[in-house]
């Protein structure tokens, strides 16, 4: 079945650990992008790629990092984990470009840092 | 500054209609998407507006005012998996999509 695919799903980590999201779509999509959600707030954009090779930073950047080094995957790196990085982390996809850019989104990676 | 605006929180009956709205001020706009999503899951594309007016799509209608920076969603003959959230998102002039905090839609029988 075509889609993203997350993981891990759900998560518990020492603060100031190391931690990788990992995302994987097989749709061909050119465009990727990491979204956090929290209670009372809209989906945040962390990072985004419109193209294998290509990376860039959304509203909330700090502290994560991604790469693309091909078309189906994006990963997001968290270097040193810290509380306030607790929340749930969509990745998402789409075929870019202009006009109306709908999004896929995988399952979601629920993150709690203690 | 970009700021998206929807009820936090909406109630209506089984088998009635309600309406979400949404207001946005931003400039640079280039469309307007509602998504779902159901508790504990993934958001899910309903409707993209880009010009003044109605599109229906069964059960949902989205409609558009950009002069009035205004837009709402109509869920008819409501059925109890209407339960959600429903996400109003702006898609700006980079194409990237700048989103509301989302409104909880809650029916009841």
């Known amino acids: 079945i075509a889609g993203i695919t997350q993981a891990p799903t759900s998560q518990i980590l020492a603060a100031g650990r190391r931690m990788t999201l990992r995302c994987t779509q097989d749709?061909?999509?050119?465009?990727m992008y990491w979204y956090r959600q929290d209670l009372g707030l809209g989906l945040r954009l962390i990072h985004y790629?419109?193209?294998?090779?290509?990376?860039g930073k959304g509203e909330v950047p700090d502290g994560y990092s991604v790469s693309r080094a091909n078309t189906d995957d994006f990963p997001l790196t968290l270097a040193s984990a810290v509380p306030s990085q607790t929340s749930v982390y969509f990745c998402?996809?789409?075929?870019?470009?202009?006009?109306?850019?709908?999004?896929?989104f995988g399952a979601g990676s629920r993150l709690t840092v203690l | 500054g970009q700021n998206i605006d929807q009820p936090t929180e909406m109630t209506a009956t089984e088998g009635a209609i309600v309406q979400i709205n949404c207001t946005y001020q931003?400039?640079?706009?280039?469309?307007l998407f509602w998504y779902q999503q159901h508790a504990g899951e993934a958001p899910t594309f309903l409707s993209y507006?880009?010009l003044d007016g109605l599109e229906e799509k069964g059960r949902f209608s989205s409609f558009l005012s950009r002069s009035k920076g205004y837009s709402y969603l109509l869920l008819k003959e409501l059925q109890m998996k209407d339960s959600a959230s429903y996400l109003c998102?702006?898609?700006?002039?980079?194409?990237?999509?700048?989103w509301g905090a989302g409104t909880k839609l809650i029916i009841k029988p």
């Open positions: 998102a702006e898609e700006d002039s980079n194409y990237q999509l700048i």
């Open positions: 998402a996809s789409s075929a870019g470009g202009g006009g109306a850019n709908v999004l896929t």
């Open positions: 749709m061909r999509h050119n465009a």
């Open positions: 507006n880009v």
């Open positions: 931003t400039s640079g706009f280039n469309g």
């Open positions: 790629s419109n193209t294998a090779g290509t990376t």
